[in-house]
């Protein structure tokens, strides 16, 4: 990639609604992604792998855990701190973001919420650290959008569980060290359970030749008979709203996560526009391109200011599910769309690894798939507004 000359677009001075502890938690991931993730991004995503060298450093900028409490190693954060990380880190690149909210909202924030205190204090400040890193097991083969038809279960064996049945498409299972896992017990309810690597049984094979998030590994969770330790049942909450519950703190953070991506696309596009010249002028003259760059920081400043306010709704713990819902929509399609005109303002060149657009763009279609697709969240919006159930 070339240098990195990104420079944050604030086009309603949205900074002053800020407070000094937010810029200054922002800027210091900002200034951590620009030196540690924008030099090697484009190389990680060219071999499709996870840069493990940058897990000590998202565990000091507070992304692991930013909002989990102190006492278990956590930032004790608010919620519009944590978007800002998300923002900032999905700026370089979708699946370093990927990471820290598996790790946050599907990892720590079930073990915080559900879990036993033993739980919390055996794993959640190792995973603050980066010691441990965790993954999310809720999509099966055969359940995806329905995770309700989950096949995978447990039975009680007396002195431990035995877990079978498989999950597909996670988020850092090749490597996790432990996996947070959604199973029906014999009476068919839904169960979290803490899987750990050396468990007999359980196995987490890689998932190949992804196009999209390549720097972030994918894989499954396969359950051969592992016998799960009866202390690793999360005992605080059970049925599909549990799941659910994590998804809603993940979806939070994707939909400032969108905005960093569009954000940069927007900035390349814009510095290129200025410097590339046709026809005797700066194609940032041409009519055709004002369009789309105006058209892009419109869209920009309103999801900034749709995603600030849903922030100081969850700080005043009033957010709704269905308002996450239509943050995460709203967000990831507005910056599926910029980075698609981002690249177009590129011509050739924007199908390069030397910009990072097109890798936004190819990101951000896992981005529009995973924690509810685009579909599945305007449905979840359409049941708010009507009462009417359309998913079924
Ligand atoms: P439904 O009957 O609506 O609900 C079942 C129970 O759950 C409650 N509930 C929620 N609770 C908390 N938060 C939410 N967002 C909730 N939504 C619903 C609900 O009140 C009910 O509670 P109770 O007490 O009455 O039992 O369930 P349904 O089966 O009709 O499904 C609804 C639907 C389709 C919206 C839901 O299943 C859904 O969201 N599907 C999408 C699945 C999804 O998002 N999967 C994501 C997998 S994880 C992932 O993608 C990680 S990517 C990570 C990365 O790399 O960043
Ligand atoms: P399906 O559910 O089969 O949907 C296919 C199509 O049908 C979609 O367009 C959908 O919108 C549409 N559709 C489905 N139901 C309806 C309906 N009722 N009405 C109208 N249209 C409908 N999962 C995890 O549990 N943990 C992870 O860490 C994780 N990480 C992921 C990482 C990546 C890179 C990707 C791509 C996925 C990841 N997922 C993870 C899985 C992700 O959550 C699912 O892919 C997603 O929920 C959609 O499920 P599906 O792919 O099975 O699609």
């Known amino acids: 990639m070339a240098q990195d000359l990104y420079q944050a677009p604030d086009y309603y001075n949205l900074d002053e609604l800020l407070t000094e502890e937010h810029l200054l938690i922002r800027d210091a991931a900002r200034e951590w992604v620009k030196r540690d993730i924008s030099p090697i991004i484009e190389e990680a995503c060219q071999k499709a792998e996870f840069p493990k060298q940058i897990i000590s450093g998202l565990a000091e900028i507070g992304a692991f855990g930013s909002y989990i409490p102190e006492e278990y190693g956590g930032m004790g954060l608010d919620q519009i701190s944590y978007g800002l ?80 049945g498989a999950k597909l498409w996670i988020s850092n299972s090749p490597f996790a060290d432990i996996a947070v896992v959604w199973a029906k017990n014999e009476e068919g309810r839904i169960h979290g359970l803490i899987v750990e690597r050396d468990m007999e049984g359980f196995s987490t094979p890689e998932t190949h030749n992804k196009w999209s998030l390549r720097a972030s590994a994918t894989g499954e969770l396969i359950f051969d008979n592992v016998k799960v330790p009866k202390e690793n049942l999360l005992p605080e909450k059970s049925g599909l709203g549990a799941p659910l519950g994590c998804l809603d703190s993940a979806r939070y953070g994707i939909a400032w996560g969108a905005i960093g991506a569009a954000m940069d696309c927007y900035d390349t596009a814009l510095r290129y526009s200025k410097e590339r010249t046709q026809f005797g002028k700066p194609i940032a003259g041409f009519q055709l391109q004002q369009k789309k760059l105006a058209e892009m920081i419109t869209e920009i400043t309103k999801a900034q200011l749709l995603t600030w306010r849903l922030g100081t709704l969850r700080n005043e713990g009033k957010a709704t599910s269905a308002q996450i819902s239509m943050a995460k929509r709203n967000n990831v399609d507005m910056a599926l769309k910029i980075a698609r005109d981002a690249r177009q303002i590129l011509g050739a060149m924007g199908i390069t690894g030397e910009y990072s657009i097109l890798r936004h763009m190819m990101n951000l279609e896992s981005v529009v798939t995973y924690e509810g697709t685009h579909d599945i969240h305007l449905l979840i919006t359409g049941l708010d507004i009507t009462g009417e159930n359309a998913f079924k």
């Open 85 to 164: 990380i998300m923002q900032e880190l999905e700026r370089g690149d979708s699946g370093v973001r990927s990471t820290a909210s598996v790790q946050t909202s599907l990892v720590m924030y079930p073990i915080w919420k559900y879990g036993s205190e033993a739980q919390k204090n055996k794993f959640l400040p190792k995973l603050a650290s980066g010691e441990f890193i965790g993954c999310f097991g809720l999509t099966e083969p055969n359940h995806g959008s329905n995770p309700s038809g989950m096949e995978t279960k447990f039975k009680d064996m007396g002195d431990h569980y035995l877990l079978n």
